[in-house]
């Protein structure tokens, strides 16, 4: 079923009204009519069940048949903090980090980053695409939110953000890989379940500095292992989040 979201305030007892974009979407590009069923979500977590009443192009008004909270979110905030990658890397790991449930992305400028910051009038149009590719992914795969993509932040204020989370994993590519160490990094995945908020800080290309990971785990974080192979920056935050999301729900 088609998956919308409006704000709130367009949310009424018995109907929702949708005007816009999404309005032209669901006309000209799905082609549905009236009497047709969708989902309409808040993004703040509940689903309205809905049947088209009307849509003339401008305005849709959709009668509400059901309202539940969302099924596609996770019991548990996760957040990935994401060491700028190079190029359109970030664009791609927003997009499907929505689809594995992260609630929050933050690209941080690490020591090994490559990419320099723009000016701000260009680092607020990357802000804006960000956000849009979240919420496209969001709709596609029937989240009970719209993740934030929020502004870069540089490592000790990525740092600062994560101490309010209440656990924090920092896959590295030096952390021990043995079968010991590995039994270690699948009791941390599975110490997960019942957790309220998560973090997860990924490197950029060059990976993290080892005064970076030092100081993380200084801050109380775990070191993980994802196996003897050296993933990329755009898959190692991904894997994360997949496996994650099997161990808690």
Known sequence: MYHFYTDRSNIFEDHIVLEGADVNHIRNVLRMRDGEELIICDGEGTDHFCRIRGNDGKKLIADILKTCGSAAESPAKIVLFQGMPKKDKLELIIQKAVELGASEIIPVMTKRVIVKAGSDEKESRKLERWQSIARSAAEQSGRGII???????????????????????IPYENADNSDSGMDHSRALIRSLN??????????????????????????????????????????AGLAMLAVIGFEIG
């Open 194 to 235: 019942g957790r309220k908020s998560i973090g997860i800080f990924i490197g950029p290309e060059g990976g993290f500095e080892p005064e970076e990971v030092q100081r993380a785990v200084d801050s109380g974080f775990e070191t993980i292992s994802l196996g003897k192979r050296i993933l990329r920056t755009e898959t």
């Open 147 to 169: 993740p934030k993509v929020l502004e870069t932040v540089d490592f000790e204020e990525a740092l600062k953000i994560a101490g309010e989370l209440e656990f924090n994993l």
